[in-house]
């Protein structure tokens, strides 16, 4: 793996695909277990358009009946969040008297999914779970519950498997870091 270039920044490799796989099965063998000889069919949310990749790996795996729904969410400008989350995309489905998982890309100071799981709830959603592919302890301050981590990292500006720089970068299978 060697640097690419996005709007003129470069990026270095910093978590290949193989680990990527390895911490998807990871979240996929919890939820199995979870929801085993379970009657509730859970929604999955794929939170757009960064949670893609991590949504569409993780339902391979998962052996439990469940449904699927998604929904577009905004708090970042270029490499910096601005602190606002904005609906893009309303829901495509009803959540009411469902169990939700939120499945998100990234969770960094955690106010955006702390504001989608208050905006399904107040949707009648019944529960609300939270799985991210990706944590950085460092910035989130939140007291929320996260149910379902793939792995921690620092906090970093990151690229690929669905995460963004100004929406280049989501198709690269691995993930790159800006390279200061």
């Known amino acids: 793996m060697s640097n690419i ?21 990871s979240v996929a063998e919890r939820i199995n277990n979870d929801y085993a000889g379970s009657e509730e069919v859970p929604v999955l949310l794929c939170v757009l358009n960064g949670a893609i990749m991590f949504t569409a790996g993780l ?5 439990i009946p469940l449904e699927v729904v998604s929904m577009k969410l905004s708090s970042y400008i ?22 939700v998982i939120i499945c998100e890309d990234i969770v960094d100071t955690g106010n955006t999914i702390i504001a989608l799981r208050e905006m399904l709830l107040a949707k009648g959603a019944k529960k609300v779970k939270i799985c991210t592919m990706l944590l950085k302890p460092e910035v989130f301050k939140n ?35 800006l390279d200061k």
């Open 78 to 99: 270029g490499t910096k969040s601005t602190g606002k989350v904005l609906e893009v995309m309303g829901l495509t489905g009803d959540v009411s008297g469902r169990e």
């Open 143 to 177: 007291k929320a519950h996260l149910d379902y981590v793939g792995m921690e990292i620092p906090n970093d500006f990151i690229v690929g498997y669905g995460l963004d720089y100004d929406e280049l970068g989501r198709n690269i299978a691995d993930i790159y870091v």
């Open 5 to 25: 270039i996005l709007h003129g920044k470069s990026f270095k490799p910093f978590i290949p695909n193989s680990k990527i796989e390895s911490v998807i099965d």
């Open 59 to 63: 339902m391979k795996r998962l052996t």
